[in-house]
């Protein structure tokens, strides 16, 4: 218990100076505003009623309300077998997080579909996550997908309860039309406008991280998939009428990741009134604000580029993959959820139940080459309570499918993809206040398994310090 984790650190996956960083980039969205829990449950309602509206879905779906807790980010959906699930940095799923609407799939059923529980390569979601080229998965990264995932397995549960024949490449694609629709139709943004107090959590602290840039002299932008009103209702919110004055250059309808990658699209300005204009851009002005274009036509007019830029976002994909393959720009990922995970990880009960499943591990691993029938006997006794502790240990964070960065003994997929996309990552902007404007970022140096002791060896050693293990082996 001396050495907790700090909930509001930022950690490295690859080592960086601040003092090399002379421009700063933001996100909007879940990046520089967060938004309350009513947000999802909006996405949800609204969602389900172009279902019934506009895709002629049956009313009854609407007894099905919106479970914040049901679903968590980075998870796998097969389109075609209408399965929600869990997957490893190795392409396998974690087995007992394979949901058919709302209810577990047994293990059983999940190794005869799959041949096992790995799911191969052409089979996995694309680049940026999505079910296309004949991937049959779909990976939901962002945090507005968490709405979407409830709503799939609600009209699944609903069809499979009702004993309605479907096709379920039909509902997955309605879904997503019906919850992009909430968003392209404007639907979600009048509703945060109209009521902006309601689903803004109200963070001073934002204004603070752009304040203390700006007075070292760091230049700042924003890019965002957002509207022109939308994010300056926003952000007068939450930084102030003078919002503006911070930032160098402010893009909105970005089209990210396509404004990383399409150069064809130029900038158009947006006057004070929310009017298009078709002036050329020549200059990115500081004060005014753009919509579209692209990143090669960023980069020539601003001259920002390499590794003096660091960029901010929630989404691994959309907001950090193209800038840190392509650009060479520097990349800070944005994971609300770090900060409830790390405070569950520093409970006393989550430690102890950690310590005890490692220490059955290496247990099994020291005892397994005794073959008697009572070696045998308390082996399997062992791997019975690792398996119940596996379950306990997932139920921390979440009933259904547990770590948003950890299967039962793997870094999980969506873990795998944020230590590649981004230099460093944390649970909020607030957390760069900590931090002087020169620190150095280094990663701790994660042991190989080879540069590691056998579970055997370090049960030996008494590296787990666990009272009078030395006397039950010896005893055994």
Not at 48 to 70: G, T
Not at 233 to 239: A, L, P, Q, T, W
Not at 360 to 383: A, N, Y
Not at 427 to 437: E, I, V
């Amino acid at each position: 218990m001396s050495n907790l984790l700090n909930p509001d650190a930022i950690f490295s996956n690859n080592e960086m100076s601040l003092s090399d960083i002379e421009i700063y980039g933001f996100d909007y969205d879940y990046t520089l505003v967060f938004y309350s829990k009513h947000l999802h449950t909006l996405i949800y309602n609204a969602a389900r009623d172009l279902l019934i509206n506009e895709h002629r879905y049956p009313a009854e779906i609407r007894k099905y309300d919106y479970d914040p807790s049901f679903a968590i980010r980075g998870l796998h959906y097969d389109v075609h077998r209408a399965l929600l699930m869990k997957i490893d940095a190795f392409h396998y799923i974690q087995l007992g997080t394979v949901y058919r609407g709302l209810t577990v799939v047994p293990d059983e059923e999940v190794i005869a579909m799959y041949d096992g529980s790995h799911v191969p390569l052409e089979q996995m979601s694309d680049f940026y996550g999505k079910s296309s080229h004949g991937n049959t998965m779909k990976q939901f990264m962002d945090i507005f997908s968490l709405p979407e995932m409830t709503l799939l397995s609600c009209v699944n549960e609903y069809f499979l309860k009702n004993n309605i024949d479907y096709e379920p490449a039909h509902l997955y694609k309605d879904v997503k039309d019906s919850i992009r629709d909430v968003h392209i139709k404007g639907i979600m943004y009048r509703a945060i406008e109209a009521d902006i107090e309601k689903y803004i959590c109200y963070a001073e602290q934002t204004r603070a991280v752009l304040a203390k840039l700006a007075d070292h002299g760091k230049k700042m932008f924003l890019i965002t998939n957002s509207p022109s009103s939308f994010v300056d209702k926003g952000m007068k919110f939450i930084v102030g009428k003078d919002w503006r004055d911070l930032f160098d250059v402010v893009i909105v309808q970005a089209d990210k990741p396509n404004f990383f990658n399409d150069k064809r699209r130029p900038f158009r300005k947006v006057n004070e009134r929310g009017v298009l204009l078709w002036d050329k851009i020549h200059k990115l002005q500081k004060g005014q604000i753009y919509k579209q274009g692209n990143l090669y036509e960023f980069l020539k007019l601003t001259g920002w580029r390499g590794s003096r830029v660091l960029y901010f976002g929630d989404h691994i994909y959309s907001d950090l993959a193209d800038l840190t393959l392509k650009h060479g720009w520097r990349t800070g990922a944005i994971i609300p959820e770090l900060r409830s995970e790390i405070k569950i990880m520093n409970t006393e009960k989550y430690i102890q139940t950690m310590t005890w499943l490692q220490t059955l591990t290496g247990l099994l691993e020291h005892m397994q080459v005794h073959r008697d029938p009572d070696s045998q006997m308390v082996l399997e006794e062992w791997k019975k309570e690792r398996k119940e502790m596996r379950e306990t240990t997932k139920n921390f964070f979440n009933s259904q499918f547990g770590s948003l960065f950890r299967t039962d003994q793997n870094p999980t997929y969506f873990l795998r993809r944020l230590s590649r996309f981004a230099d460093i990552y944390m649970a909020s902007l607030s957390c760069l206040l900590n931090y002087d404007p020169n620190y150095t970022f280094y990663p701790r140096r994660t042991p190989l398994q080879h540069e590691l002791p056998a579970w055997s060896d370090q049960l030996c050693t008494g590296t787990f310090r666990i009272p009078f293990l030395q006397e039950m082996l010896q005893i055994k």
